[in-house]
């Protein structure tokens, strides 16, 4: 049997993170990533406050020479009307912009800077068995070409994103308090000429007729993006033909996307994510810490995922490092605890989002500059800082800013 000091599970942007981490603090760390990369992976739209962490692992330098778009902000659409948020009028201290990234690209680059700094990957491994009973946890794999490792470590970080590896192995998930939405997507060529539209934003587009369907586009270099749109399942379930046909006739029914991609060349073929909102009962246990998706993931909408993923990779590493010191830890206190009332900040927006509330106020003619620059911050990632009282109490102060929006909005029509 192997033994080693930290297992990772999973190479994307919590798992190279954390392992970097760790290996400056010189802790012995293994990561097994079941993919070759690079491999393809939605959540592209990076915010500012993932950059924090992508310096603290030593990594920014090679990001930002990596040539990915520049990203300063989000804008949305809906029935021709148009509102966007800059990162730099943003009531939080930290980054006015960051990048989007094709994430076969960006998570290469950071599991390749993780092994420039000493950290072991193994590409092609999966992950068949946990077993957390005895003093040391301990995982059973099987890599290329059949070859199976026995390992043994002092602490597991489940980095696996939507594989779910240690929750769908020690029955840790539960359901997703949101209902069952699907994804279609794809990359394009989209053919904008210059100046067609802000290539340094994600767009977020209204479907006409269904609220609670959105689209987004993710500009990349070299007049390509992503394009996905968002719905119930039930909704895109019963939308006729094949994904790509059915992904193009809806991107076509929103009148912003018809004009701007009339010479789009559709050349990637489309994917679908289904149910992809999920939940577990711990993000720690006995030998082990649930990172990024793994434990949790909320919605697309606000491009939370990776930021998310990244914090809680920051976070375990601190804790891990000292536990392994030999020193008291309270993994509730100093990981979920704090790491959830982000998570909970992001799932009050994504909820107003989809009942309605926050397309009413981003696209109401309130002026309310000092709102929107404390609600920007949150969308540049900044969702754990309780200086905000968008952050500390974000459904009172949401529920609150909206009825006066629609309150105004009635007395102007």
């Known amino acids: 049997m192997e033994h080693r000091e930290v297992i990772i599970v999973g190479a994307g942007p919590a798992g190279s993170i954390a392992a970097a981490l760790l290996k400056r603090s010189g802790r012995d760390v293994l990561v097994l990533e079941a993919q070759r990369f690079p491999r393809f992976s939605i959540g592209e ?9 992508v310096e603290e692992a030593g ?16 804008a949305f659409v809906r029935d021709g009307e148009y509102g966007d948020f800059d990162f730099a009028d943003k009531s939080a201290a930290g ?8 994430r076969a690209k960006f998570d290469k680059l950071l599991a390749d800077e993780a092994e420039k700094q000493g950290v072991e990957i193994r590409y092609e491994v999966r992950v068949t068995s946990i077993d957390t009973s005895g003093d040391m946890p301990r995982v059973q794999a099987r890599g290329p070409d059949g070859v199976d490792y026995d390992i043994s470590a002092r602490f597991i970080l489940d980095a696996s994103g939507f594989g779910r590896t240690l929750p769908k192995l020690l029955g840790l998930e539960t359901p997703s308090t949101f209902p069952v939405r699907n994804a279609l997507f794809t990359h394009i060529a989209d053919n904008v000429p210059d100046g067609g539209f802000d290539r340094n934003k994600i767009h977020v587009m209204v479907h006409p007729r269904h609220r609670d369907v959105w689209f987004w586009l993710i ?44 010479n789009a060349q559709w050349d990637t073929p489309a994917r679908e994510l ?19 998706n793994a ?16 914090r809680s990779a920051s976070m375990a590493a601190k804790v891990l490092d000292r536990q392994l010191d030999g020193k008291p830890v309270d993994w509730q ?21 989809y009942d309605g509330r926050f397309q009413d106020l981003m696209f109401s003619k309130t002026d309310a500059r000092d709102i929107k620059r404390m609600i920007c911050s949150i969308l540049a990632g900044y969702a754990w800082d309780e200086t905000n009282p968008f952050v500390k109490d974000p459904e009172r102060r949401l529920s609150a800013v909206v009825q006066l929006a629609r309150q105004n909005a009635a007395m102007t029509a």
């Open 95 to 102: 980054r006015n912009s960051t990048f989007q990234v094709q």
């Open 274 to 292: 289904s149910g992809y909102a999920a939940n577990v009962t711990s993000m720690y246990g006995k030998g082990y810490a649930l990172l990024g």
């Open 45 to 53: 739209s990076l915010l500012a406050h993932c950059l924090d962490f």
């Open 333 to 353: 206190a100093e990981f979920e605890q704090p790491l959830r009332r982000g998570v909970d900040t992001f799932r009050a927006y994504v909820r107003a989002w």
């Open 219 to 262: 500009p990349f270099p070299q007049q390509r993006c992503s394009i996905g749109v968002v719905g119930a399942k039930e909704f895109l379930d019963a939308q006729p033909g094949t994904p790509d046909e059915r992904l193009q006739r809806l991107v076509h029914e929103e009148s912003f996307l018809h004009r701007l991609l009339a």
């Open 59 to 74: 990594m920014l330098a090679a990001v930002e020479a990596a040539g990915f778009q520049f990203k300063n902000g989000a």
């Open 295 to 310: 434990a949790e993931f909320l919605d697309p909408v606000f491009s939370s995922g990776v930021t998310i993923a990244m």
